[in-house]
């Protein structure tokens, strides 16, 4: 039987090269549900190859134009407007697979929806463990969901890692994360308040959305990830490791106690970890160029410059303080990167305001979905108070 798969995000760089390794395996899958945030033609385009049951978007209005257009086309997807529309298609009794492909805090709330039915949950949101760390992981444990990392960084870990979880703390030494540095390795640090959101948006490697291609530019997506991996992996902080890889051909490694590395190496196209994630164990093809050794350029590596990028160092301390320190610092971190988008902040006023956020807001106690979102919104506040006082 096929797999039927919601894709929360579809309009996304992640969601689109989703449905582009779906629309290769027919025979094995079929798009169960869709949502996006604005983008109506795209998504209406989408729903017309693919046919889902429902489709979701961000807001009534855009609900209703792309209800409107559905139907002057003929094509009998139901749009769902409940503000729990898209926990419902990610817990979905027919639902197999979730790929939680919606940026930022947003895409919380459903990522927990799936883990409680029990979903095999493909994870590209890096927000659902930042902000819910030890929360979400719990979820997924108890209700006995699949996590499977889609993040090119983190799913090269998970293929390293040895299958037996049980084996991991005998076994592994320490996780490394590569980077690609983004456009401004090389940029005197001096220079960075002039950059602008067209500069910051130019990735050397990926295509992607705005707010992930400024994150790669201040490296505070590394950072992220760092979080995420301490969650996904079990792993103490001071055991990840960054390091600056400019090629992005090795996508992470792992070294173990005998201080041997296992890496997995690949072209930088995102279908790769998306069709890993899709079919694992199994392997399916993802449409991606396969590596030509014969033709490959020098591997090279560096360190991550703390002055270039004193973000990325954000994440080791926030993990190493109070719970709840890793929301802080996500959503401080999406108002900052709207502002410099919107022309409102400087570039290198992003890190400042994180900086002062994290600060400003000491985490309560938490113990469910509703403190973590409470939380986030209140370091939200402060993060636009903050930036407000540093506004172009």
């Given at each position: 039987m096929k797999q039927k798969i919601t894709v929360l995000g579809s309009t996304g760089s992640i969601g689109t090269n989703t449905l582009d390794v779906l629309a290769r395996h027919r025979d094995r899958y079929e798009v169960f549900a869709l949502s996006a945030a604005t983008q109506v033609d795209l998504m209406l385009h989408q729903c017309a190859e693919f046919r889902p049951v429902y489709a979701v978007m961000a807001s009534a209005a855009h609900a209703r134009e792309l209800a409107d257009k559905l139907r002057d086309n003929g094509i009998g997807t139901e749009v769902l407007q409940a503000d729990d529309a898209l926990q419902q298609?990610?817990?979905?009794?027919?639902?197999?697979?979730?790929?939680?492909?919606?940026?930022?805090?947003?895409?919380?709330?459903p990522c927990m929806a799936a883990a409680r039915a029990g979903k095999r949950l493909l994870l590209a949101n890096k927000e659902a463990l930042v902000v819910g760390g030890a929360l979400f992981m719990d979820t997924v444990r108890r209700h006995g969901a699949t996590l499977l990392p889609i993040d090119s960084e983190h799913s090269a870990i998970f293929q390293c890692l040895p299958e037996d979880r049980t084996s991991w703390p005998q076994r592994v030494d320490s996780l490394l994360l590569?980077?690609?540095?983004?456009?401004?390795r090389q940029r005197d640090p001096s220079t960075l308040s002039q950059i602008t959101p067209?500069?910051?948006c130019a990735h050397p490697n990926f295509s992607m959305g705005r707010k992930i291609s400024v994150d790669s530019a201040t490296m505070m997506n590394k950072a992220l990830e760092v979080i995420e991996a301490r969650w996904l992996f079990d792993m103490a902080p001071d055991r990840i490791q960054v390091v600056i890889h400019p090629q992005q051909i090795v996508h992470s490694?792992?070294?173990?106690?005998?201080?041997?590395?296992?890496?997995?190496?690949g072209t930088p196209d995102m279908r790769v970890p998306i069709a890993c994630g899709l079919a694992w164990p199994q392997r399916i093809a993802s449409g991606a160029a396969p590596l030509d050794f014969a033709r490959l350029a020098a591997l090279t590596f560096e360190e991550a410059d703390a002055v270039r990028f004193p973000g990325l160092h954000l994440s080791w301390q926030a993990l190493r303080a109070s719970e709840g320190t890793t929301a802080v610092l996500n959503a401080s971190n999406e108002i900052a990167v709207s502002a410099f988008l919107d022309r409102r902040l400087a570039f290198d006023r992003i890190h400042a305001v994180n900086l002062r956020t994290l600060e400003a807001v000491s985490p309560p106690t938490l113990g469910s979905l509703d403190d973590l979102l409470a939380l986030d919104a209140q370091a939200r506040a402060v993060a636009r108070e903050v930036a407000g006082q540093w506004s172009l």
């Open positions: 298609i990610a817990s979905h009794p027919e639902v197999d697979a979730v790929m939680a492909a919606i940026v930022g805090a947003a895409g919380l709330a590569t980077a690609s540095g983004g456009p401004f067209e500069q910051a490694m792992v070294q173990f106690k005998d201080s041997s590395v296992l890496a997995q190496l």
